[in-house]
């Protein structure tokens, strides 16, 4: 696809001194392998790029060493001022760069490219490309790539399969399309690696990873009436496998999707005291992004996966997503 914003990026990427890459907090596939396949895109044409990540970053998403990726811990601090461009992909507000959830002022003479696929996206840049019709951000720099004509390395063909495997659950998801077969097909003939993409999301699981499954499936809970599971894990709980569930595959991803007579699913987890992250997945199309959003700022998403995370005492979050959840269930069954 040519997109009409691509001739502009490409200027704003020539006329540039100084270029910011991101991912967003608690990074995905989809989240590193744009970013990191546009870094390795920008070295190529000797520009001076960074790549910055305000949250911890698993080694399964990095596959070139040394890792390019810089964590930053406190984003109140970090200077975008040293940048000329600063290109955001798979992001889809500037409170979601961090676990902190800040609102960010940037600097006036900043421009910023948004590059993502959530229809949720605030379009906070100053060029916005926001396709919501592609099942990963990485599918949109792939068309890029193309339309600006440039040799896709074996590397970035890697970076960016990662991405389109991470974002469709290995093409399992509504939203996987022939287009991105097509994508999928010319990434591997120009030597992306799938068999080290699969084996890493899918196949290398630290054991305590399986251990905080087996607390997800003992929390576990079902709705019968409004057709949802949940599960609802405190922080007192979630600290005794902190250092396994933050790469894990969210619970919703593996099982709170697939629950016969269910529509769809919500994982909700106290990963720092006072503050609840929530998981959505639907399993039948009903569009979990309407309760995300309905939780107040940084709550988003698609159709069949959201997600939010907001300030609240532990229990009384927990009956707000619940309530938010029934109440869109009602509205759905009336």
């Known amino acids: ?85 600063y290109i955001a992909t798979d992001t889809q507000q500037p409170g979601l760069l961090s676990p902190l959830r800040l609102d960010l ?41 193309k339309s600006w004509e440039v040799e896709i390395s074996k590397n970035i063909a890697t970076y960016i399969l990662s991405g389109i495997i991470g974002d469709s659950g290995g093409f399992r998801f509504p939203g996987t399309s022939a287009k991105t077969f097509e994508i999928v097909t010319e990434l591997i003939k120009l030597g992306a690696d799938k068999d080290a993409i699969m084996f890493r999301q899918y196949n290398n699981n630290d054991f305590g990873v399986l251990k905080y499954w087996g607390l997800i499936l003992r929390k576990m809970k079902i709705d019968r009436k409004h057709k949802f599971t949940y599960y609802a894990i405190s922080y007192e709980e979630y600290k005794k496998y902190a250092d396994y569930a933050a790469s894990s595959t969210s619970g919703t991803d593996v099982f709170m999707n697939s629950v016969v007579g269910t529509n769809f699913g919500i994982g909700m987890t106290e990963k720092k005291k006072g503050w609840l992250s929530v998981s959505l997945r639907s399993r039948t199309g009903t569009d979990v992004s309407k309760i995300a959003r309905s939780l107040g700022v940084g709550g988003g998403g698609h159709v069949f996966a959201a997600g939010a995370k907001f300030k609240t005492p532990f229990n009384e979050g927990v009956e707000k997503v619940l309530l938010r959840a029934r109440e869109m269930s009602n509205a759905k069954s009336s």
Not at 8 to 16: D, N, V, Y
Not at 70 to 75: G, M, N, P, T
Not at 118 to 143: C, M, Q, W
């Open 105 to 145: 002022n940037f600097p006036k003479n900043l421009k910023i490219v948004v590059i993502d696929h959530h229809p949720t996206n605030l379009k906070f840049g100053t060029l916005n490309l926001v396709d919501s019709d592609r099942i990963a951000t990485a599918e949109i720099i792939y068309d890029l790539f």
């Open 1 to 85: 696809m040519n997109y009409k914003e691509s001739k502009k990026i490409w200027e704003l990427i020539e006329g540039s001194k100084k270029i910011l890459l991101t991912l967003h907090a608690s990074p995905d596939p989809d989240s590193a392998g744009s970013a990191l396949s546009l870094y390795y895109f920008l070295k190529k044409l000797r520009k001076d790029v960074e790549v910055i990540c305000f949250d911890n970053v698993h080694e399964n998403l990095i596959f070139i060493k040394p890792n390019p990726v810089k964590s930053v811990e406190d984003i109140s601090k970090f200077d975008f001022s040293k940048y000329d461009l």
